[in-house]
């Protein structure tokens, strides 16, 4: 809403935020059943606390949208800020910060959407995780039934709490992915869906070996609008993932 509302502005500078505030009280915070037999035997049972948690989050969003002299061309940046506090049975506080920056191209049938992000997580006002990465995303359109569109994720991660018995060089992970997803309209209520996707994931361990996994997914999916009030939508996903070890 907010940023479409930028794009469609005839100004050349253009501003918009949002701050939201949340509230969650939770009764039992252990999620214990107590005697209530669910399954069969015992091991399926546990034990109450009856213990509250509560939750406070709060966060602010600001966005900052620049047309340049050439039309085809924008700019956008973007900040996030949160903070979340538990404050009974939990004690932990928790800030999130996420910044983004880029450009945007577009002509005729394509559009090129560059930028760079970060993520930064702090837990009790100690740095946990600091994730800085690029995104690309090209769509192009060949007609008015048939699109495509390619996406380029790459991040690092940081961890700098690192796991036990991992050294310095563990701590630093990185996830890579890459989708193409090609829309084919059959007709105005029918529109069909294949993505094809992979992502590399390499994340430190809990040991001195450094876990990576490959995964490969391909999803097919279907909607039909059958009137204002019936729409029918199916979709089959099929993934495979490859774990691998190494010092």
Do not use: C
């Amino acid at each position: 809403g907010l940023y479409l509302s930028q794009i469609n502005s005839e100004e050349k500078h253009s501003f918009s935020g949002a701050f939201l505030l949340g509230h969650m009280f939770d009764s039992n915070a252990t999620q214990g059943t107590g005697p209530i037999a669910l399954f069969p035997g015992s091991d399926f049972l546990s034990a109450p606390t009856q213990s509250s948690d509560r939750i406070v989050t709060g966060a602010l969003v600001m966005s900052y949208l620049y047309k340049l002299d050439n039309p085809e061309w924008m700019s956008t940046t973007s900040l996030a800020l949160m903070n979340s506090n538990y404050d009974r049975n939990n004690s932990l506080s928790s800030e999130l910060i996420q910044g983004k920056t880029g450009l945007s191209y577009s002509k005729d049938a394509y559009q090129v959407d560059a930028s760079v992000n970060w993520t930064g997580i702090w837990l009790d006002g100690n740095v946990y995780q600091f994730n800085p990465g690029v995104n690309v995303n090209y769509s192009y359109l060949f007609s008015g039934q048939f699109s495509m569109n390619f996406v380029w994720d790459y991040f690092r991660r940081h961890f700098f709490q690192a796991p036990v018995g991992a050294g310095d060089n563990n701590s630093l992970g990185l996830i890579n992915t890459q989708q193409i997803a090609l829309t084919y309209i059959s007709t105005p209520q029918t529109v069909w869906n294949l993505s094809l996707g992979h992502t590399f994931d390499k994340s430190p361990a809990t040991n001195e070996t450094t876990q990576s996994n490959n995964k490969y997914e391909a999803t097919l999916s279907m909607s039909h609008q059958f009137n204002d009030k019936w729409p029918l939508n199916m979709s089959a996903l099929k993934r495979k993932s490859y774990y691998n070890q190494f010092d």
